[in-house]
């Protein structure tokens, strides 16, 4: 990201993200159907992750609101264009102080609504009584089995306790409540992922997201330290999924031939076209605009291994940053499979 310079107070712009005809549907590669809407409510969070992606965007589009009349208009707009379902994101979106007025908006256009979140809000009672009536799924982030490991890589004490308490509280509140769990895997909590799987499992998760560390914001920072070798990573991962008694366990950012005969599990396999709206920078301002992805290949490149692979097509291959500093030889291509 290019930083914008400390002398000069950049010119704020609105941009709506809808191209040139507002109510065209999006059609993408393939024919795929945008039907998703990723919104970036905060820049700012009480946890200091050392994986986060988001860290550097927080750090730079803090002081920058995100406005009631912005989320309205954005919602409005991706609504008329046929997207179908939110998901609010951050920094921590449960913080916004209109959050549930941004919910109620989007069941208002026919949205089903999501949320990324660390359970800062939804671990109260009052709060998520409010706005779990409008609210389908939440992704909650548990990184460790127990408190000290999990509030050791997310920054912030208590933090375990407040996510956990979320959780159950949504269950018991609203006991249809799509609750799914992301946990991100780094070399410092590896050796307990089966053991958080099998907790996100016992606290009703219903999908368990594994995230192999994005080398993006503090995950890139702190890469060296935290990436876990592709060796490893074909030792755990498939063992980890038998941990899960009811839940779906599926793997972002892990090449297909890592996971063994886990390969379908990839979310490489399950991930559906999005366009992310956020503070961008351009040139002598910031604006408030959208991103358009139609396959999951950011920060993912095909190395030499994956040349004769005959599941490129499906397969994003390795993060940048790996096959920038480390070996990829452990890799083994698929050939003659369908």
């Not at 795929?32 to 990723?38: N, Q």
Request: aromatic content about 8%.
């Amino acid at each position: 990201m290019k930083h914008l310079p400390i002398f000069a107070e950049p010119e704020l712009e609105q941009r709506s993200a809808s191209g040139s005809d507002p109510e065209r549907p999006w059609i993408g590669p393939g024919g795929k159907v945008m039907e998703r809407l990723e919104l970036h409510l905060t820049y700012t969070c009480p946890e200091r992750c050392v994986f986060c992606s988001e860290e550097h965007r927080m750090r730079d589009y803090r002081p920058y609101a995100v406005t009631w009349g912005r989320v309205a208009s954005v919602l409005r707009t991706h609504a008329a264009r046929g997207v179908k379902n939110v998901h609010l994101t951050g920094g921590e979106p449960t913080i916004h102080p209109k959050f549930v007025e941004t919910l109620a908006l989007a069941k208002k256009l026919g949205m089903r609504t999501s949320v990324g979140t660390i359970g800062t809000k939804l671990s109260d009672e009052q709060f998520a009584a409010r706005a779990l009536p409008l609210l389908d799924e939440a992704l909650f982030s548990l990184h460790a089995p127990g408190a000290d490991l999990h509030d050791d890589l997310t920054g912030r004490k208590g933090s375990f306790d407040t996510v956990t308490t979320a959780l159950r509280l949504c269950m018991r509140l609203k006991p249809t409540f799509g609750a799914y769990v992301n946990t991100v895997v780094t070399q410092r909590n590896v050796h307990v992922l089966g053991d958080t799987v099998a907790l996100a499992d016992s606290l009703g998760a219903r999908l368990i997201v594994v995230s192999n560390t994005t080398p993006e914001g503090g995950g890139l920072t702190h890469y060296d330290d935290l990436a876990v070798p592709l060796e490893r990573l074909a030792e755990v991962l498939p063992q980890v999924p038998a941990r899960a008694r009811s839940a779906i366990v599926r793997f972002f950012g892990v090449p297909m031939c890592v996971l063994g005969d886990r390969a379908m599990l990839s979310n490489d396999l399950h991930w559906d076209p999005r366009v992310t709206v956020e503070w961008q920078s351009r040139p002598g301002k910031v604006v408030f605009d959208g991103l358009y992805n139609w396959a999951p290949d950011r920060k993912r490149v095909h190395v030499p291994e994956c040349a004769e692979c005959d599941r490129k097509a499906v397969c994003m291959g390795v993060f940048d940053a790996y096959a920038q500093r480390f070996s990829t030889a452990t890799l083994r291509p698929y050939r003659g499979v369908a």
